[in-house]
């Protein structure tokens, strides 16, 4: 039996009981009269008691409470049926944490004000929204600092929201808005887009404690009406937002993005890439290349970073930015860095003992607490000696996890494995990160040095990382190293290794391998060539 047809049989159940007790307390108002005649006339000596009537008069007494009774029960359990169907419904329609619509009722929430806005002039628009990086939160502070982060951001999402709007979260730290917008609607879309942004990104503060959580979020935005191209389906609407709020995301985060219809093709291209990177992830289709890393001074080949390249059997070989976001994206970067790195190791083991090997890493593999742990493992397997190992940190890192970076670089560092400060001088870490983090190297970035002799903010910017490399005793790498000009110029500021193009293009390891055995630096290989002829062919 359905909730609903037993609650209808409650109803009638109750309505029968009710109607028999009534019916009691009528006869009982007619039978009363006769008893209570009788009684006087016994009472005066006129007649004798009556046995029957009396019985009739209690079976009657007894009905009446006996139906009273049930009809409570009745009463009662319907209204405990019907306060729990009502909770059943509050909890199909509503998420239990923050009070917010949830996605099953969004939709038909959205079509009902689709079906308003096509009588009118006015304009749907929905928003959908998505906290950046909230799984960090959960992760660093708690699943309960994480709940009072979604519910302060629900709340602040309805004092923004405009009167007859709707606020729903559709799961995790995504929600939706709707709103009705006059026909020219962008205007005021885009102001109340930049409303909840603000609302959002206020400090959320955790009750008892000093702890305040930051937050940002991406918005998609997608507008259904006389102005723009109408839809009759919500879930089609909320498709569209997705897509743009994916938009937003890649743009940079904490901003909003309309939906155009060419971003389906860019979506769809998307799922084409994600599937590609699972399918070359099982097909070993992802290989380390090597770019040279040079003494400037002696011109004698030091190390090689390793970068990570795509050999696509449909498209090629592909370079990292295209497919390391979305493998960032995909929850995938840790197993595919992992990888590259493994295959580096085991190539560089072959290399001359005195040749490192630089690897750079995702700040998305930083925020794993075993990440320190995960690369021991790796020199342990392949049996590399930490000292040749150079881990590249970007400067985006510092600003994005301070303390979780710190206590990384301690944990590398304590292992014997040297850390790089990568792209230095893009304006992210500041003189005290560079003096407390204790790094082994500096990395200039390549927009300063590939122009430093044709710019002079540019070369000053050089000339100032190279004396703070002095005063910190770090040594300097100069990266975009793109003509022999450069280079004099840098050879001229002290002992500086540099790399870019004017060395060559990234090398396979088989490239690699052979440019070693030429200049006699594979393991067990003798010098086939002059000092001098090791310049050159470095330079080849």
Not at 8 to 26: E, F, P, Y
Not at 34 to 56: C, E, K, N, W
Not at 486 to 493: G, N, P
Not at 514 to 525: A, D
Request: proline fraction near 4%.
């Amino acid at each position: 039996m359905t909730s609903a047809s037993h609650t209808k049989g409650l109803a009638r159940l109750q309505l029968v009981t009710l109607g028999i007790t009534l019916a009691a307390i009528a006869l009982f108002i007619l039978v009363g009269g006769a008893a209570l005649t009788h009684t006087m006339q016994v009472l005066r000596g006129i007649g004798h008691a009556d046995d029957a009537l009396s019985m009739l008069l209690l079976a009657n007494i007894a009905i009446i409470f006996g139906g009273w009774l049930r009809h409570k029960r009745l009463t009662d359990q319907l209204a405990a049926v019907t306060a729990r169907e009502q909770e059943a419904r509050r909890l199909a329609e509503f998420d239990p944490l923050t009070g917010c619509l949830n996605r099953r009722s969004l939709l038909p929430a959205v079509d009902r004000l689709l079906a308003a806005t096509a009588r009118s002039s006015e304009t749907l628009v929905l928003f959908l929204i998505d906290l950046d990086n909230f799984k960090q939160i959960n992760d660093r502070h708690g699943h309960e600092a994480g709940d009072i982060a979604l519910t302060t951001v629900a709340r602040r999402l309805r004092a923004v929201q405009q009167q007859g709007g709707v606020v729903a979260r559709l799961g995790g730290d995504e929600f939706a808005c709707a709103a009705i917008m006059p026909e020219r609607y962008r205007i005021p879309a885009e102001e109340l887009a930049g409303g909840l942004i603000a609302a959002v990104a206020e400090p959320i503060t955790v009750g008892g404690t000093d702890l305040q959580i930051d937050l940002t979020m991406s918005i998609g935005m997608v507008a259904a009406g006389a102005a723009s191209p109408r839809t009759s389906e919500a879930a089609a609407l909320l498709n569209q937002a997705d897509v743009a709020m994916y938009r937003a995301k890649r743009q940079g985060k904490n901003r909003f993005a309309w939906f155009a219809p060419e971003m389906l093709q860019e979506l769809e291209l998307r799922r084409t890439l994600e599937q590609g990177i699972r399918a070359g992830l099982a097909a070993g289709e992802f290989e380390p290349y090597y770019e040279q890393q040079v003494d400037l001074v002696t011109g004698q080949i030091s190390g090689f970073e390793m970068l990570a390249r795509w050999r696509s059997p449909t498209h090629g070989v592909l370079t990292p930015d295209i497919f390391i976001p979305a493998a960032e994206e995909m929850g995938l970067i840790t197993e595919l860095s992992e990888h590259l790195i493994s295959r580096a190791l085991q190539d560089a083991s072959e290399w001359d003992a005195c040749l490192t090997l630089s690897v750079n890493i995702s700040p998305v593999q930083l925020r794993d607490p075993w990440f320190a742990q995960r690369i021991l493992k790796l020199l342990v397997t392949h049996n590399f000696p930490p000292a040749r190992l150079d881990i590249e940190i970007t400067e985006s890192c510092l600003h994005d996890n301070p303390d979780e970076v710190r206590a990384m670089i301690l944990s590398l560092r304590n292992q014997g494995i040297k850390v790089s400060l990568d792209d230095f001088g893009t304006g992210y870490a500041s003189l005290n990160q560079l003096r407390d983090l204790t790094f082994d190297h500096l990395k200039i970035d390549r927009s300063f040095v590939s122009s430093m002799t044709t710019n002079d903010a540019n070369r000053t910017i050089v000339d100032a990382v190279l004396d703070l490399g002095r005063a910190l005793n770090l040594p300097v790498t100069a990266e975009g190293i793109e003509t022999e000009e450069i280079v004099s110029a840098l050879q001229s500021r002290g002992r500086i290794k540099g790399q870019g193009r004017l060395y060559g293009k990234p090398e396979s390891t088989a490239a690699v391998r052979q440019r070693l055995g030429r200049l006699g630096m594979l393991r067990q290989s003798q010098p086939a060539e002059a000092p001098e002829e090791r310049l050159k062919a470095s330079n080849a």
